[in-house]
């Protein structure tokens, strides 16, 4: 029996929309949920929060990440009580690449970190123009969306960086700093 290309379509968006983060989709589900308790229809909230009826919608549906700002106006406006905060550090670890998410949780938690890394900057230490170069360059090439989410998780990583205690030293061989990444020179800085 053949398919029809209906059928075939809706077995590709399924697909797909299995591989969006669940914690996505759960935050998108209790933001739907807050906002129509707040009797607001999507453009209102959206209105009210600062961010346009597309990316609500986005966010609803779990096919984009909140930002913190996002979490933080939806929390406001919504009088949510911390729900959609709670979740937000979840949602930022959905962005980067799956085969890192535990790395990243365990790596929240140490105090310290050893890593050789001679011919790229590490992720904690990439500015945002070389982690982007370093996602650009990726084979096979990622979205753009991809890319930027990435960029952002990596970059956001960085907050690792100025918790206290906080005790590190970094020493860094300077042939990754000038490291041709893709088509595009970029130099850590």
Not at 18 to 30: E, F, R
Not at 46 to 61: D, F, K, R, T
Not at 153 to 159: D, T
Request: proline letters at 5%; glycine letters at 10%; aromatic letters at 6%.
């Amino acid at each position: 029996m053949r398919e029809t290309g209906n059928s075939g379509r809706a077995r590709a968006k399924a697909r797909q929309e299995s591989d969006l983060p669940g914690v996505w989709v759960a935050y998108g589900t209790l933001l739907g949920h807050l906002r129509k308790r707040a009797e607001l229809n999507q453009q209102a909230l959206g209105q009210a929060i600062g961010y346009s009826l597309e990316q609500v919608a986005s966010v609803e549906q779990g096919r984009r990440p909140a930002e913190e700002e996002f979490t933080e106006a939806a929390e406001r406006v919504l009088d949510a009580g911390g729900v959609l905060k709670v979740l937000q550090p979840d949602v930022d670890r959905a962005k980067l690449p799956r085969f890192f998410r535990n790395f990243a949780a365990v790596e929240a938690e140490v105090l310290s970190r050893f890593s050789y890394d001679p011919l790229l900057v590490p992720g904690l230490l990439q500015t945002e123009a070389y982690a982007r170069a370093v996602f650009a360059g990726h084979c096979p090439p990622f979205g753009e969306e991809i890319v930027d989410q990435h960029t952002e998780a990596r970059i956001g990583r960085q907050r690792l960086l100025t918790r206290d205690p906080m005790a590190g030293t970094v020493v860094h061989h300077r042939g990754g700093g000038a490291a041709r990444c893709g088509r595009t020179w970029t130099t850590a800085r």
